[in-house]
């Protein structure tokens, strides 16, 4: 028996979002190609636990993760701290695995660059944000992605257009999400008893981590003008704050009890059975009001038969095609929200027709074998050319 290759993944959140429901693909695709992943997470979670079920083998250690709210003299030495403990886990884990490469999964995990650089392996960048400012960060950021990855991995030409312009050295290979789509698309009984939803009305689903950039008080916005003149419709939040950002799920919470919108508007907070909770859906939205890359949840609405409306933030420009399975509309125009979404409730069979259009452009464009042949040559090719 062979010596084991072992890779290390290092993992910002142990929370079961979009990037991490990513990851948990990748980490398939590797161990399928007869690699042993060693995934390193800031924190215990929903994602941890599903990877190691999974037979994965999962360390918890603080990765010093670098957000905007730590962009201060105090963040940042803060950060120093976090990174610098860090480095000191891989160096003690190495001695254990002797990695050959290193995968790091967004651009808020910035340990691995320079540790794999320090150790001479191959790193793999896996970014799936577009990150507008501080000016310093990015310019960091950029710098260490011409330092340590020949061929980033971008999840939209949205990603791509972005870091293309601020990168000397990397060239960003886009490759799109994909998903296993099987659950998206089984029938459930009664979905919307199951969530204690109301069988009687229309429902308007967004689901997203609650944070500045998703959007959950332009959609709010948007529910309260619908609501005033269609009071059929019935509005659902899914998710739960960003640690750091609980006020503005406060902030939610006051805006439905303010607006006496108790009885319309559902915030379940965070859920698994994101399959059923699109099943009980019939329109889903995804409001971002900041760039966003490539949204997996889009990608799963589309698969669960449901129409798009998506602002125009970046990887959902690529995905929803308007007037076809869904609508595009300008970041915080709530006129333009109503009036896509008032097109939709007044029409059951584009619902419909949109809903199918959506489905049948994820399976073929955003199917699961897609995504792993490409990802497998990516990783090839950064093994053998290092």
């Known amino acids: 028996m062979g010596k084991r290759r072992n890779v290390l993944f290092l993992q910002s959140s142990s929370e079961l979002y979009g990037s991490g429901k990513i990851l948990l693909q990748v980490l398939r695709i ?11 997470m800031t924190g215990e979670g929903p994602l941890g636990e599903l990877m190691e079920s999974e037979g994965f083998i999962v360390k918890v250690q603080n990765l010093g993760i670098l957000r905007r709210k730590y962009v201060n ?3 940042l030495v803060n950060r120093f701290s976090k990174n610098y403990k860090a480095y000191q886990f891989l160096d003690q884990l190495h001695q254990e695995f002797q990695f050959e490469l290193v995968y790091s999964n967004t651009l808020a995990v910035i340990v691995g660059a320079y540790w794999a650089k320090k150790n001479k392996l191959a790193h793999i960048w ?7 400012g501080p000016g310093p960060l990015v310019k960091l950021l950029a710098k260490m992605l011409d330092s340590s990855t020949p061929y980033p991995i971008v999840v939209s030409e949205a990603v791509k257009n972005h870091w293309d312009t601020k990168l000397k050295m990397a060239k960003p290979e886009v490759i799109h999400n994909g998903i296993p789509y099987e659950e998206y698309m089984a029938s459930y009984s009664d979905p919307k008893a199951d969530l204690g939803l109301p069988e009687d009305k229309l429902v308007i689903t967004m689901v997203g981590r609650i944070n500045p950039g998703k959007g959950q008080l332009f959609f709010l916005e948007i529910a ?5 003149t269609y009071p059929q419709c019935h509005f659902v ?4 704050p960003f640690p750091g950002y609980e006020s503005i799920q406060e902030e939610i919470k006051s805006v439905i009890r303010d607006n006496g919108l108790q009885e319309s508007v559902s915030d379940l907070g965070f ?24 949204p997996t949840v889009i990608l799963e609405a589309m698969a669960s038969a449901k129409p798009v409306i998506a602002t125009q933030s970046g990887g959902a420009e690529e ?3 308007p007037g076809k399975s869904g609508f595009l509309i300008p970041i915080g125009d709530v006129e333009k929200g109503v009036e896509a979404l008032k097109t ?5 069979e584009k619902i419909k027709s949109f809903g199918e259009a959506g489905r049948s452009k994820v399976l073929i464009e955003y199917n699961l074998n897609t995504f792993k042949e490409k990802m497998q040559k990516h990783l090839w090719r950064h093994l053998n050319e290092n």
């Open 271 to 294: 859920r698994k059975d994101i399959p059923e909770v699109l099943a009980a859906t019939d329109i889903f939205m995804l409001p971002s009001i900041l760039p966003d890359s490539f």
């Open 73 to 75: 003299a105090k963040g």
């Open 224 to 228: 309260k003008r619908i609501l005033q």
């Open 319 to 321: 995905m929803v095609e």
């Open 344 to 348: 939709l409730i007044l029409d059951k």
């Open 30 to 40: 590797y161990r399928d190609q007869g690699l042993n992943p060693v995934v390193v």
């Open 126 to 132: 896996h970014i799936h944000e577009i990150v507008l």
């Open 237 to 240: 939040l899914v998710g739960d």
